[in-house]
């Protein structure tokens, strides 16, 4: 007999808006794309939109790793002493422990995934490809 498992099918234009608490802005949207049941959900998908100017945003932190895919606008995001200038098809991966969050926004409206990944950290294995990582600065 096969266990049943959970499957999150979302409609273009669906999902759950959120907020996160006390950061109300006009002009943000958090759009959560899914959530699998259970207390502790291994992944958390949301659709970022940003169509408005605002104040310096907080930096975050949290638990986990989070994966960030630029879909259109460009924008200045800083991890820790780090910044990245983020345009359409650049990806960001990260730990989330460390503060991080919008710093910058240049080209408005600014679309992008935001992934978060909760569990444990996997060893890394010998026989994985080498990724080579690569920063870059402000001045693209």
Do not use: C, W
Request: negative net charge; without cysteine.
């Amino acid at each position: 007999m096969e266990e049943e498992r959970d499957a999150i099918f979302v409609a273009a234009d669906e999902g759950i808006d959120i907020e996160h608490i006390g950061e109300p802005r006009a002009g943000h949207r958090y759009r959560l794309l899914g959530s699998l049941r259970g207390p502790n959900p291994p992944l958390e998908p949301v659709l970022i939109t940003l169509t408005k100017q605002s104040e310096v945003f907080p930096p975050y932190q949290h638990q986990g790793a989070e994966f960030l895919y630029m879909l259109e606008g460009e924008m200045e995001y800083g991890y820790g002493t780090a910044r990245y200038v983020l345009a359409p098809g650049d990806a960001l991966q990260f730990e989330g422990d460390a503060p991080h969050g919008p710093v910058r926004l240049m080209d408005l409206p600014i679309r992008f995934l935001s992934i978060k990944a909760f569990g444990s950290r996997y060893p890394l294995d010998a026989s994985r490809p080498r990724i080579v990582h690569e920063r870059r600065d402000s001045s693209r």
